[in-house]
């Protein structure tokens, strides 16, 4: 590849690093073109599976702020560059790694976080934004259920002891 070819490359490179939500590397030694192709589908649209030479999207991350990759970009690497839920991808990367054995996630990089292979796989395990809300929302419900009790226990307690007091008082007279 000429100067001009590696200067457009790594400036679409860095281009996708910078526009990326999130980024993970992984090694795709021993997949077939049919099985690539079902991984690329399976990430969908909003996130591309490319590969790039490492030397390439070492100077690329480096332009694009992100350090950390060095180590990671050995060796043949595909580079998955996410716009979108990266838990997401995450996930469906590390699915598709449990049934294919030869992709292997090598490290990540989401939010300013540089992440290796057990913490991609962490964020993999991290339950949808979907549920997390969904969660929260219910505890909030939860809480206020509690309080609305607690404000009405108080009054009812109140009149309960008033009338009791006032049997009382009637028997007694």
């Known amino acids: 590849m000429k100067r001009p070819e590696k200067a457009e490359v790594i400036a679409q490179l860095t281009e996708q690093f910078r526009n990326a ?3 993970y590397l992984t090694e795709y030694r021993g997949l077939t073109v049919p099985q690539i192709s079902d991984l690329r589908e399976k990430l969908g649209r909003d996130t591309s599976y490319s590969v790039a030479k490492n030397t390439l999207a070492r100077i690329a991350a480096k332009e694009a702020g992100i350090e950390g990759f ?3 970009l050995s ?3 595909a580079i998955t560059f996410v716009k979108g839920d990266y838990v997401e991808a995450a996930k469906t990367l590390r699915d598709f790694a449990k049934v294919n054995k030869p992709l292997v996630l090598k ?3 989401a939010d300013g976080t540089i992440y290796d292979a057990e913490g991609v796989q962490k964020l993999a395990d991290l339950e949808s ?3 997390l809300l969904s969660k929260m929302a219910g505890a909030l419900k939860g809480t206020m259920a509690k309080a609305a009790y607690l404000f009405v226990a108080l009054p009812t307690k109140a009149v309960r002891t008033i009338d009791a007091l006032r049997e009382k008082q009637e028997k007694a007279a």
Request: glycine share 14%.
């Open 107 to 109: 490290a990540g990089f």
């Open 75 to 77: 060796g043949p690497t």
């Open 129 to 131: 934004r979907e549920v």
């Open 70 to 72: 060095d180590e990671a």
């Open 21 to 23: 939500d999130a980024v």
